[in-house]
């Protein structure tokens, strides 16, 4: 008698979740568009890039490319000396030679070809490289693992963002994924459905770097904090209770 009350109490607590809370893109008649496939990170204020030049000739290219004063006089440096240079709030970088140039606003490919072009005024057919070492995301409210993540490229969907933080845990609301995104020196808020094929059409599919993800928690989880320790003390009153109740009326 007592297990059976705990029972029928617990599914009081707790209501099951249904199949269209927890599926993601369930089938519609959404016609999906390829806009998010062509979607590139775009460099902004505040991006940290490594650049390095390279040409046919190492010492045409070595202005180009910052050295470690370590490197460059006779001790040796025990790590590789990575140069980095960070956008201002204008979208200028300091770069030698070329001095101020603006990357902010350029995706990864159209700042790479902005440089060899520079670069190539000086040198012939150089090559450039560009990497953008602070992408980061963060995950947050009802995951796995909520956190900061750096990533190593410069493209990441929402759903490779949840993978990274273990994926939703059975009480994320799946339907009403909050994103927040700093565009133009403002917080932007957008809302996306992961159970409807439509999600793959949105803005916030792919993620640009410090977007910030959270998961609210559904009604069973909202309710379940509401109980303590003190639940269980509960319970077990209220069995001894019902046992005292069935031996009297026996």
């Known amino acids: 008698m007592k297990l059976l009350f705990s029972i029928i109490l617990l599914s009081f607590l707790f209501s099951c979740a ?32 490594t650049i ?23 001790l040796q440096s025990n790590s590789p000396f990575v ?14 030679q070329l001095g101020k140039i603006k990357l902010g606003g350029l995706t990864r490919l159209e ?5 060899k072009k520079e670069v190539g005024k000086d040198i012939h057919n150089p090559g450039a490289n560009i990497t953008l070492r602070n992408f ?21 969907s929402i759903l490779e963002a949840l993978g990274l ?12 994924v909050l994103v927040v995104r700093e565009e133009d020196g403002q917080k932007n808020e957008y809302r996306i459905d992961l159970t409807k094929r439509e999600s793959l059409n949105s803005p916030v599919y792919f993620l640009k770097q410090n977007d910030v993800i959270y998961v609210e928690p559904n009604g069973a989880r909202i309710q379940s904090s509401k109980y303590t320790q003190n639940t ?17 009326v026996r």
Do not use: H, W
Not at 67 to 74: F, K, M, P, R
């Open 52 to 74: 390095s030049i390279t040409a046919d000739d190492l010492k045409v290219s070595s202005p180009y490319n910052q050295v470690n004063i370590y490197q460059a006089g006779t």
């Open 232 to 248: 269980s003390i509960f319970v077990s009153i209220a069995g001894l209770i019902i046992t005292i109740v069935a031996v009297i």
């Open 18 to 49: 249904s199949r269209n809370e927890l599926v993601y893109f369930q089938q519609d008649s959404v016609v999906l568009n390829t806009t998010n496939r062509q979607f590139t990170t775009k460099f902004q204020p505040g991006d940290i890039l």
């Open 165 to 176: 933080a273990g994926d939703m845990t059975i009480n994320g609301v799946r339907k009403n």
């Open 111 to 115: 700042a790479i070809d902005y440089i």
């Open 136 to 156: 980061k995301i963060s995950v947050l409210g009802e995951v796995v693992r909520p956190g900061t993540f750096t990533i190593d490229n410069d493209r990441v």
């Open 83 to 96: 140069p980095t240079y960070t956008i201002d709030q204008d979208g200028f970088i300091d770069f030698p």
